[in-house]
């Protein structure tokens, strides 16, 4: 869903439509949005004399109850989001189970941080196969 035009270009742009003699269609023109939207932003200060967005809709509740994850995560706070998943399950209510992802955007919402442990950086090694020997003069056919 893209972003909502900017506060600034709707009160400019109801206000040519109540300050002008302009239809809807060239106040529209002029600021570049479309006519129903145009309408939309005039009837709606007209109403209720608000011209900002409304809030989003949409999208499901976290079904994670935060206090107990964050009881959780004080009492070991080393736990990885498997292992705190795990516990939170446990702990929780049968029908309230969560995955691995809701219980980590949980943890992010509320400020938590996660970075990468020292211990488990990836080895540098060598070359994994050794390179071809060269062919002896005894095994050239000539």
């Known amino acids: 869903m893209p972003n909502p035009y900017p506060t600034a270009l709707r009160e400019r742009a109801v206000r040519a ?74 702990a929780a209510v049968p029908a309230a189970r969560v995955h691995r992802s809701s219980v980590l955007r949980a943890l992010q919402r509320t400020g938590y941080v996660f970075k990468k442990n020292a211990r488990a950086r990836w080895n540098r090694i060598g070359p994994v196969s050794i390179p071809p020997a060269r062919r002896s003069a005894a095994g050239r056919t000539g």
């Open 17 to 90: 439509y109540e300050g002008g003699a302009d239809r809807y269609r060239d106040v529209a023109a002029t600021f570049g949005v479309s006519l129903a939207t145009l309408v939309r932003w005039v009837q709606r200060a007209r109403e209720t004399g608000l011209i900002a967005p409304l809030a989003r809709g949409g999208g499901w509740p976290s079904p994670i109850d935060l206090s107990l994850l964050h009881r959780l995560v004080q009492a070991r706070p080393d736990r990885t989001t498997d292992e705190l998943t795990r516990a939170y399950n446990r």
